[in-house]
């Protein structure tokens, strides 16, 4: 069963606007990532945050995490042409075990 | 430079038969995970080793199987390929959380598709 939903599943937005797009999950976690994925491509690691952070910054992303309502949002200020991708959240609900359970992921497209 | 490959990159199938996708890493990660991906159904687990001659069963393991005989390696066999085995593979490695470093790191993907 997927532990991470996101929303929205497609987002498609003017180059230079902001896109955000959210992750809920239904367990505890230690941590939670976001990750891209270009088309045809493997995923890529974007920024992590962990149970005990409520916000994290790295370039044009911030990530929020609210712990209560088991959500987190993802940021992209100033998008970009190079941004289209598809997005996801993945979490890590035991200590001790490195798997990770990915969502369904948001599928951004930038409009130049 | 460090990194995590897999072949081939592309493979069309029999049903019945066996298939064996390879997946190769030079991070030296002791972590390694085979995920599929599916539209509408994003990546799930197939089946993951946290070390040399440790294996474990993910979400969809069944009609798989893995075996790690070294750090570098993690091959990934369809005893007898079924179409709904036809899909897009992905392997990724780790380092031990105890580093303190959680991020995977994906390799390019092999498309099957199983006829």
């Known amino acids: 069963s997927q532990q991470g939903e996101e929303d929205p599943q497609a987002l498609s937005i003017q180059e230079g606007e902001n896109a955000t797009m959210n992750c809920s999950y239904k367990?505890?976690?230690?941590?939670l990532q976001w990750y891209r994925q270009n088309s045809g491509r493997g995923l890529v690691h974007l920024i992590l945050i962990r149970s005990n952070e409520r916000e994290k910054h790295s370039g044009r992303l911030r990530v929020t995490l609210d712990t209560s309502k088991k959500s987190s949002s993802l940021l992209i200020t100033a998008s970009r042409a190079a941004d289209t991708a598809s997005y996801f959240c993945?979490?890590?609900?035991?200590?001790?075990?490195?798997?990770?359970?990915f969502g369904t992921g948001t599928r951004l497209t930038i409009i130049p | 430079d460090a990194e995590i490959t897999q072949s081939p990159r592309h493979k069309i199938t029999e049903t019945g038969r066996q298939v064996t996708l390879a997946c190769h890493q030079t991070?030296?990660?002791?972590?390694m995970f085979w995920y599929r991906q599916d539209l509408g159904h994003g990546l799930r687990l197939i089946h993951y080793?946290?070390?040399?001659?440790?294996?474990n069963k993910g979400e969809v393991s069944d009609g798989y199987s893995v075996s790690r005989s070294n750090t570098e390696d993690l091959p990934l066999t369809l005893e007898s390929a079924a179409s709904s085995q036809t899909s897009v593979y992905f392997c990724?490695?780790?380092?031990?959380?105890?580093?303190?470093?959680?991020?995977?790191?994906f390799g390019p993907g092999t498309r099957l598709t199983v006829t």
């Open positions: 993945a979490t890590d609900a035991e200590y001790g075990n490195e798997k990770l359970t």
């Open positions: 080793s946290y070390g040399v001659h440790d294996t």
């Open positions: 991070w030296n990660h002791n972590n």
């Open positions: 367990t505890s976690i230690n941590n």
């Open positions: 990724a490695s780790s380092y031990d959380r105890d580093r303190g470093l959680y991020e995977q790191y």
